[in-house]
């Protein structure tokens, strides 16, 4: 018996009709299945974790990086996500914090805008060069190659052609530095080395003209010792005068910071009469001049002053005890000073 031609027509509209139906419900579904696991919050173990996603990594590796660092994203579906976004050439590396609760969707989010962990590291003007050390060596951030070096030997690591003084002192600018985590201490270094002589350089190219220093070294010196001197920095191109004075009429500059400096680890918290004499290379009541190399990290503050000190004859200057400092000419009016400020109290 043949069948209506209009019957089978029919029929076989309602077939893939059907058919179509199915594979919509069915990508309906899967499409609805993926956006509940997208957005699904993860169970972390611990629960608050750091994952490092490597430089130049493809987007399957990155998965894996996830899954070993302990962020359970199905890979496949964490893939086809990436790609439905398009973000696939977007995925930055770095160190990244997750905690738990966090999706996949939030994971992939976090990546994409390289929302990394920044960790931070302080240097702090006036610090000595051995207190940088300890500071960077107790960041537990950091990763630390510089574990038993020398200084001189860290100098040579960073490319620094001071190595051969196998004294960093003053060659690193006080700043707070963000890196990531497990970051070689060296590249903080590096950083604050290569940032200290762009600051030095500026300051030596806009410095007064006649000034008693033969080296930028030598005016990276004298800031150091500025540093110290005065933590107020309105008082700071005056004590510049003084000593620059001092310098140019070969008087010494019978600064205690310098003193304090040489003595090292013996320095107790106060200097007596018999320190002022004990002769170190450091000691400028004993020696004229600047001493051999600078005593603290300088800030910009004091670079300006040591390339630009004052106007000024004074070559005296005593503390008020407030912080600030006042000036004097001459030794007789220097000594009416020390009478107010210092026996007066």
């Not at 960041?139 to 001071?162: C, F, Q, R, V, Y």
């Not at 008693?212 to 001197?229: Q, V």
Request: a neutral charge.
């Amino acid at each position: 018996m043949q069948s209506n031609p209009a019957t089978f027509r029919m029929s076989l509209l309602k077939k893939c009709f059907a058919a179509g139906a199915i594979v919509v419900v069915l990508a309906a579904a899967a499409i609805a299945g993926g956006y509940h696991w997208a957005n699904s919050p993860l169970d972390l173990n611990p629960a608050q974790l750091d994952v490092t996603v490597k430089p130049h990594s493809s987007l399957r590796s990155v998965t894996l990086q996830l899954n070993r660092g302990g962020v359970p994203v199905e890979p496949e579906l964490f893939v086809i996500m990436t790609r439905l976004l398009g973000l696939q050439s977007e995925l930055k590396s770095g160190n990244y914090e997750f905690k738990t609760g966090v999706s996949p969707y939030e994971v992939l989010q976090k990546i994409a805008r390289g929302d990394v962990n920044e960790y931070v590291a302080t240097i702090i003007e006036g610090w000595t060069f051995k207190r940088m050390r300890a500071e960077l060596d107790a960041n537990p951030a950091l990763k630390h190659d510089t574990a038993g070096m020398s200084d001189a030997d860290l100098m040579n690591a960073i490319g620094a052609p001071e190595a051969s003084i196998g004294n960093g002192e003053g060659l690193f600018f006080p700043d707070t530095y963000l890196f990531d985590k497990n970051t070689s201490d060296l590249d903080v270094y590096r950083r604050a080395y290569h940032l200290m002589r762009q600051r030095l350089d500026e300051a030596w190219l806009a410095r007064s003209p006649n000034l008693p220093y033969k080296t930028p070294y030598d005016a990276l010196t004298m800031a150091s010792i500025i540093e110290k001197e005065t933590g107020k920095k309105s008082d700071r191109p005056m004590v510049a005068a003084v000593f620059a004075n001092r310098l140019r009429v070969g008087m010494p500059l019978q600064t205690d910071p310098t003193v304090i400096y040489g003595m090292g680890d013996s320095y107790a918290g106060h200097i007596r009469k018999k320190d002022l004499q004990t002769d170190t290379p450091y000691n400028t009541y004993t020696r004229m001049g600047l001493p051999p190399t600078p005593i603290s990290l300088p800030g910009v503050a004091s670079l300006q002053a040591a390339m630009n000190p004052a106007q000024s004859t004074a070559l005296y200057f005593v503390s008020r005890g407030d912080g600030s400092s006042i000036f004097s000419d001459t030794l007789g009016d220097h000594n009416k000073a020390v009478d107010k400020y210092i026996r007066g109290q």
